[in-house]
């Protein structure tokens, strides 16, 4: 996810990057939770969604056997309630409060300040709340209501494309992934800027470049995972049934 930017107005010179502010030392508490929240955005959630997108979204383009099998890998990890609520769940939302928190305080300046940047920032904004309530609703859907995935794994490609098979549905995926692809990647870059990871206006402008790359890559293979699921035979979401010649069919005891 995004890492924020300082709710003040951006500037250019004593070191700033346009239209984003650099993280100080000597605010307090608010610094301490500025930091968390910016490095919460890379580790574990920027981390988690890369995987999720990149990995176990992708398997689904090796049909629902292949997408069943990392969905029982990820459902049998050890402790795995705890590694989602400590690892998934805790960060996201302190990220996603935190930052709506920083949005409320913040002052939107793109009309004073017209840089790319500053622009771009703004997006970052945005589609960080598309993302989490995107996050939100697909959470729900699939870990809490519904048919237990980690209990029947080979139902999971179903339970996924029932919904993506709907055109409304549909376009609610593409926006999530869309805004939680640009969030991450944005953040990327402004996690290096404002932690200084990445120094110097050219070589700024060179890692943007490769930020947006990688946005490109992550939603070009979210679009492909969607595709998949849109693409197969419907499949079962009841356990013990299974797909025979594009027909469900409940297998014998």
Known sequence: MASAASSTAPRVGDGAVKGVAPLRAGQGTSFVLRRLHSLSGIVPVGAFLAEHILVSNSTAIGGPDAYARQVSFLAN????????????????????????????????????????????YTAQRWTGGVAFAYIVWHTWTMRFSGIDLHAYPNASFGKVQAEVLHTSLFLFYVAGLVAASWHLAYGIWLFSAKWGIVSGERARKRFLVLCLAFFFVLTGAGLASLTSFRSHPQQPMEPGTVVINNRQVTESR
């Open 77 to 120: 990890l050890p402790l795995v309630f705890f590694l989602e609520l400590f690892g998934i769940w805790l960060p996201i939302a302190f990220h996603a409060l935190y930052g709506f928190y920083i949005w409320y305080r913040g002052e939107g300046n793109t009309i004073a300040y017209p840089w790319t940047g500053n622009w771009m």
